[in-house]
């Protein structure tokens, strides 16, 4: 196993653990209710309301910018926890401050009357909320202890599954939600979630930790140095590849929808839920076997390989099925092949960290790895439907990345 300097999670941490399996995973499904329901079936009705058509461009612009974002505050966001010193923790001031603009932010987004003021506002919106993300992304190695990794990772994993299925679930029930209604919905489930997570399983106090007067240039170096770790550079480019490979068909899922698989309009948001809750359900199954069984075995990177070459075969499915049945086939594949990955992703970056007394930033510049995809995934995939054959070039290209994903597990050493 990869050594770990630094503080370094145990059992005898001095926190209660209990309040953590339920807080930790709702704190995680608000998060992903945010980014699935707002990124994935209110931004394109919104782009359609403004535009007045299934506007590639127009999408890929209000997709791309906040991604760019992200991918900077996430670990700014993460270090500057790092070295937080208060009474109430590192991470739960900036738990309840980003949320608290992230809810501002999104009543603005919910009033954008032009694609370049919902592009910017949602840009805001990602770029705050990554705090948020950093902040809870570093809870898991701030205090839960190596044997319970693996149970943890598939308890945080839980966050996409549940967070689509559910607004899948209200978008199917009501439509209308994807006109601006679940703006308001989704700030208030933020709120509580943030809420729970600070106040039910607070943070230990920082107050006396030390720390080390602040210089420019480490703290700029600080973004580099976990990359110097040959484990942790596989594990991002893993990371990256798994989710390049979904995000490429998520971003224009209903516009693919619509004019790869030929639904009508007015059924495509109920059908893109039906979908999405097929999908999801299949991953939560995946989460929920998988995450007890890596503890047991301890074999976090089989399980992750396996995910990564499984996701590129189920790609192929809407290639040779253009059809609704088709893409309810390929929902269930690639669900389950990303619910195995959800299961051990986190279980994995944690046992690569170079240093557990710098998670905040460490765990914020491996989760460039999630944001990274956003922002390439709607500029190329834009880019190959307009000049490099249609839809079709999604899939090729999202096997391409997942067999790429797979290879870079395999050359991580320090986890088996």
Same mark, same amino acid.
Request: charged content about 10%; some cysteine.
């Given at each position: 196993?990869?050594?770990?300097?630094?503080?370094?999670?145990?059992?005898?941490?001095?926190?209660?653990?209990?309040?953590? *399996?339920? +807080?930790?995973?709702?704190?995680?499904?608000?998060?992903?209710?945010?980014?699935?329901?707002?990124?994935?079936?209110?931004?394109? #009705? !919104? #782009?359609?309301?403004? @535009?007045?058509?299934?506007?590639?461009?127009?999408?890929?612009?209000?997709?791309?910018?906040?991604?760019?974002?992200?991918?900077?505050?996430?670990?700014?966001?993460?270090?500057?926890?790092?070295?937080?010193?208060?009474?109430?923790?590192?991470?739960?001031?900036?738990?309840?401050?980003?949320?608290? #603009?992230?809810?501002?932010?999104?009543?603005?987004?919910? &009033?954008?009357?032009?694609?370049?003021?919902?592009?910017?506002?949602?840009?805001? $919106?990602?770029?705050?909320?990554?705090?948020?993300?950093?902040?809870?992304?570093?809870?898991?190695? %701030?205090?839960?202890?190596?044997?319970?990794?693996? @149970?943890? &990772?598939?308890?945080?994993?839980?966050?996409?599954?549940?967070?689509?299925?559910?607004?899948?679930?209200?978008?199917?029930?009501?439509?209308?939600?994807?006109?601006?209604?679940? *703006? =308001?919905?989704?700030?208030?489930?933020? /709120?509580?979630?943030?809420?729970?997570?600070?106040?039910?399983?607070?943070?230990?106090?920082? /107050?006396?930790?030390?720390?080390?007067?602040? %210089?420019?240039?480490?703290?700029?170096?600080?973004?580099?140095?976990?990359?110097? &770790?040959?484990?942790?550079?596989?594990?991002?480019?893993?990371?990256?590849?798994?989710?390049?490979? =979904?995000? $490429?068909?998520?971003?224009?899922?209903?516009?693919?929808?619509?004019?790869?698989?030929?639904?009508?309009?007015?059924?495509?948001?109920?059908?893109?839920?039906?979908?999405?809750?097929?999908?999801?359900?299949?991953?939560?199954?995946?989460?929920?076997?998988?995450?007890?069984?890596?503890?047991?075995?301890?074999?976090?990177?089989?399980?992750?390989?396996?995910?990564?070459?499984?996701?590129?075969?189920?790609?192929?499915?809407?290639?040779?099925?253009? +059809?609704?049945?088709?893409?309810?086939?390929?929902?269930?594949? !690639?669900?389950?092949?990303?619910?195995?990955?959800?299961?051990? %992703?986190?279980?994995?970056? +944690?046992?690569?960290?170079?240093? !557990?007394?710098?998670?905040?930033? %460490?765990?914020?510049?491996?989760?460039?790895?999630?944001?990274?995809?956003?922002?390439? /995934?709607?500029?190329?995939?834009?880019?190959?439907?307009?000049?490099?054959?249609?839809? +079709? @070039?999604?899939?090729?290209?999202?096997?391409?990345?997942?067999?790429?994903? &797979?290879?870079?597990?395999?050359?991580?050493?320090?986890?088996?």
């Amino acid at each position: 196993m990869t050594q770990v300097q630094g503080a370094t999670p145990s059992a005898e941490a001095g926190y209660r653990l209990g309040p953590l *399996y339920l +807080t930790l995973p709702l704190a995680n499904i608000a998060l992903f209710m945010l980014w699935m329901g707002i990124g994935g079936f209110v931004l394109p #009705v !919104h #782009v359609q309301r403004i @535009t007045g058509e299934n506007s590639v461009a127009a999408l890929g612009l209000a997709n791309t910018i906040g991604p760019l974002m992200a991918t900077i505050a996430n670990p700014i966001f993460g270090q500057i926890s790092d070295r937080t010193r208060s009474r109430f923790g590192r991470r739960s001031p900036w738990i309840l401050a980003c949320v608290a #603009v992230g809810i501002i932010a999104l009543a603005v987004q919910a &009033s954008a009357s032009t694609v370049l003021m919902l592009g910017v506002s949602w840009a805001v $919106v990602q770029m705050i909320m990554n705090g948020y993300q950093a902040a809870i992304t570093a809870i898991m190695p %701030d205090r839960v202890p190596a044997n319970r990794y693996g @149970t943890f &990772s598939a308890l945080v994993g839980f966050g996409v599954p549940i967070g689509t299925v559910v607004m899948s679930s209200l978008f199917i029930a009501f439509p209308q939600l994807a006109a601006g209604g679940a *703006y =308001y919905l989704i700030m208030a489930v933020l /709120a509580v979630a943030a809420l729970l997570i600070v106040f039910a399983s607070p943070d230990k106090s920082s /107050a006396g930790l030390p720390r080390e007067p602040f %210089d420019l240039g480490e703290f700029m170096a600080g973004f580099v140095r976990p990359m110097k &770790s040959a484990d942790f550079r596989w594990a991002f480019i893993g990371r990256f590849g798994i989710m390049f490979g =979904y995000m $490429v068909i998520f971003t224009f899922n209903l516009f693919l929808l619509e004019d790869y698989i030929k639904i009508p309009r007015e059924e495509v948001i109920s059908k893109m839920g039906i979908l999405a809750l097929i999908g999801q359900v299949a991953t939560i199954v995946a989460v929920m076997v998988i995450g007890p069984i890596s503890d047991r075995v301890n074999r976090f990177k089989l399980f992750a390989l396996i995910s990564g070459l499984a996701a590129a075969v189920t790609l192929a499915v809407p290639l040779f099925m253009p +059809t609704f049945n088709g893409m309810i086939i390929y929902n269930i594949l !690639h669900g389950m092949a990303l619910g195995v990955f959800m299961a051990v %992703d986190l279980a994995l970056i +944690t046992k690569v960290l170079p240093n !557990h007394a710098e998670a905040g930033k %460490d765990m914020g510049v491996i989760n460039i790895a999630n944001a990274g995809p956003q922002i390439l /995934a709607p500029s190329i995939a834009a880019f190959l439907v307009l000049n490099l054959g249609g839809y +079709t @070039t999604l899939f090729y290209v999202g096997i391409a990345v997942s067999l790429i994903a &797979s290879f870079a597990v395999v050359k991580i050493k320090g986890v088996r």
